[in-house]
């Protein structure tokens, strides 16, 4: 059975920083790349950043360049999402998923309020 | 950045009826298109990936056309189980992008 597990949700204050982190079993994970996407409170989803197999390729959406960073330990078969300098548009939750999107975690939410 | 839209942004049917939901990209992505529904409180789920391709356990009253620009996903028998929110994305070029979404209501 596939599973994708995040952690590492919560309230945090504007200007703060936050790691997700996303632990996958069911499939070989060294195979597939991996995204991340979030959905802030009743709107639609945004593809954030996404990496490649070996994670020497990561790209991101415009809205968090130079703000998050994706990485991957494959020996533990997790991908992680760094967050820094977090304002109110990044409240949402977060999703880790397979590929563009073949399966996905449960997410995490992450708020961010003063 | 490529758009996409989606149309109706409601729909409205009765359990039994076929729906037919409509997906627009702003300029050609192949077909590198997903659907998913999204029940309220749950993760998507992928249901159809290249744009007819149904993902594993997906039932057979789930089925997707199209190429290019221009995509649509018809539901052919409605169950009390399929109304939901459901949205495309393309997933030809970064960033990849979802459309706004239908919501497929009780009519």
């Not at chain 1, 060294?30 to 996404?50: D, F, H, I, S």
């Not at chain 2, 490529?2 to 409509?22: D, K, N």
């Not at chain 2, 990209?25 to 159809?48: C, D, E, V």
């Not at chain 2, 169950?79 to 030809?92: K, L, P, T, V």
Request: charged share 15%; hydrophobic share 35%; net charge neutral.
């Amino acid at each position: 059975e596939v599973q994708l597990v995040e952690s590492g949700g919560g309230l945090v204050q504007p200007g703060g920083s936050l790691r997700l982190s996303c632990v996958v079993s069911g499939f070989s994970f060294t195979t597939y790349w991996m995204t991340w996407v979030r959905q802030a409170p009743g709107k639609g989803l945004e593809c954030v950043a996404k990496i490649n197999q070996d994670g020497s390729q990561k790209h991101y959406v415009d809205s968090v360049v130079g703000r998050f960073i994706i990485s991957r330990d494959n020996a533990k078969n997790s991908v992680f999402l760094q967050m820094n300098s977090l304002g109110v548009e990044d409240t949402a939750v977060y999703y880790c998923a397979r590929a563009q999107g073949v399966d996905w975690g449960q997410g995490t939410l992450v708020s961010v309020s003063s | 950045e490529i758009v996409m839209t989606q149309s109706p942004a409601t729909l409205s049917v009765s359990p039994g009826e076929r729906a037919t939901l409509s997906c627009r990209a702003s300029q050609y992505i192949s077909t590198h298109l997903a659907w998913y529904q999204q029940i309220p409180g749950q993760a998507p789920r992928l249901l159809i990936n290249g744009a007819s391709a149904r993902a594993t356990g997906i039932p057979a009253r789930f089925s997707g056309s199209g190429s290019g620009t221009e995509f649509t996903l018809t539901i052919s028998s409605l169950q009390s189980e399929d109304f939901a929110i459901y949205y495309c994305q393309q997933y030809d070029d970064w960033p990849f992008t979802f459309g706004p979404g239908t919501k497929v209501d009780i009519k």
